[in-house]
């Protein structure tokens, strides 16, 4: 064989190499990119674990700088939130090093909230057995079944005590683990700085707003009205008012491993169906995107739910028509799956489906994974992206105390009583209604039930 014909060899080589691998990614983005083992490697699903010291994500978190002023975020994307990185460290360290505190009926809030405090805020109870089932090492094991909120207290220098606490606000009970020295405490000390914005929140434990659970944040702003950006839903297969076929298949062609379906069609009701011999991809009309795998899994695999999240993190990077953020919102387990949800974000503003639009779609939440043996069995998407305007054309005049007060006329209206005695919930928010209408409500939870406010 002449040079010539090597040269053009060993291009070709690569060439299937380089495809090959790259069909790979949609089902196989792990901790190990190493080049042979991820050519050479067993077909099918590989199995993802999590990355060591990965846990899981809240939907928000709050900072607290001990003046009574707080930031909420929603924990969207770790990579772009320092303080996150911080407070992950210094959770693994305070758990791996630290001393156990004993369970107890009450949560100290004050304790918490006149410091300096990170507080990890998840929109649902999370077992502590999953929580902390990935990791082999001797770890604290917090006496709670399960939790809703952590809240960590960092030192001043990495020489003084640091304090993280384990809560479960449903039933009133708290853990707490205490470290002496840290490496990382005065770096999240620094970090946990409240600076004046044009929105800021404040506790309603603090404030005396006896109505609100304990761990409610309300926000607040100065001026008579608080400026923000409209939004508009884009379809991301939509081109002159058509579905493009390009962009859709173009899309689709990211979730097979062989970069293209073996085989697809259009139903007799519009629906785009895609398939190979394990995978098959729907695009309905109405705008979801629907994805289900019926290959082989190990059933011996048991998934924790720090594995399971970061399964569907790597599996939507590679969803290249989203390109709004997500935020975890929710999550049930039974005795087969794993079911995360996932809801939009935008401008640090969460995005709510109207209960008309959910029922429209089938959806709860923006997205949905069942997550089953380490492996993704169902992906389900309301496709549409949201897109802010340059500028902030909109405007909310309606301040909290007004919202809440409607809320509750109309709570009481609905049910025929007369009491109120707690508010769970209260906050901003993006809001999805039929014909592509998205608009600023405030959205009041009382007992449960979601009720929509105006903001203007």
């Known amino acids: 064989m002449n040079i010539h014909k090597m040269k053009n060899f060993v291009i070709i080589i690569l060439v299937i190499t380089a495809v090959y691998q790259t069909g790979l990614l949609w089902l196989e983005d792990t901790a190990s990119h190493n080049f042979f083992y991820t050519v050479f490697g067993l077909g099918g699903q590989k199995e993802v674990v999590a990355e060591e010291g990965e846990l899981l994500l809240p939907g928000k978190f709050v900072i607290g700088s001990g003046n009574k002023k707080y930031t909420v975020e929603y924990a969207s994307d770790i990579e772009q939130k320092n303080v996150l990185i911080q407070g992950n460290d210094l959770l693994l360290e305070v758990l791996t090093q630290g001393s156990a505190g004993v369970l107890k009926q009450e949560i100290p809030w004050q304790n918490i909230l006149e410091e300096r405090c990170l507080l990890l805020d998840y929109d649902f109870l999370v077992p502590v057995q999953e929580y902390l089932g990935q990791y082999h090492e001797k770890i604290l094991a917090p006496e709670l079944e399960e939790f809703d909120c952590i809240a960590m207290v960092p030192s001043k220098t990495n020489s003084g005590r640091t304090t993280i606490y384990f809560i479960d606000t449903q039933v009133k009970q708290s853990w707490s683990a205490t470290l002496e020295k840290s490496r990382f405490s005065a770096e999240l000390y620094a970090l946990l700085e409240t600076t004046e914005k044009n929105l800021n929140y404040v506790s309603t434990k603090q404030s005396g707003f006896n109505l609100f659970e304990d761990s409610v944040f309300v926000p607040q702003w100065k001026k008579e009205q608080l400026p923000y950006r409209s939004v508009m839903q884009i379809n991301p297969f939509m081109k002159e008012g058509n579905i493009n076929r390009y962009l859709l298949e173009n899309s689709v062609d990211s979730f097979f491993k062989n970069l293209e379906a073996d085989w697809n069609r259009v139903d007799e009701t ?14 309905y009309p109405k705008g979801i995107l629907e994805y289900y795998s019926y290959g082989t899994y190990d059933t011996e695999v048991s998934t924790d739910i720090a594995t399971g999240y970061q399964i569907c993190k790597n599996f939507m990077k590679n969803d290249t028509s989203l390109s709004t953020e997500v935020y975890l919102s929710g999550i049930e387990i039974n005795r087969n799956d794993i079911i995360y949800y996932f809801d939009y974000v935008v401008d640090n503003y969460p995005i709510l489906l109207s209960e008309t ?18 492996s993704v069995r169902k992906y389900r998407r309301y496709t549409y992206n949201f897109q802010p305007m340059d500028m902030k054309d909109k405007n909310v005049t309606v301040e909290f105390l007004t919202a809440l007060d409607q809320a509750i006329v109309q709570y009481q209206t609905n049910h025929q009583q007369s009491d109120v005695k707690e508010v769970e919930d209260m906050y901003l928010s993006y809001f999805v209604e039929p014909n592509a209408v998205v608009s600023m409500k405030w959205i009041t939870q009382l007992y449960q039930e979601l009720y929509i406010g105006a903001t203007t």
Do not use: C, M, P
Request: hydrophobic share 40%.
């Open 357 to 374: 639009v959910q029922k429209e779609f089938e959806l709860s939440h923006a997205i949905e994974f069942s997550i089953r043996g380490n």
């Open 270 to 283: 519009g629906t785009f169906v895609f398939s190979d011999e394990t995978v098959v991809v729907k695009y």
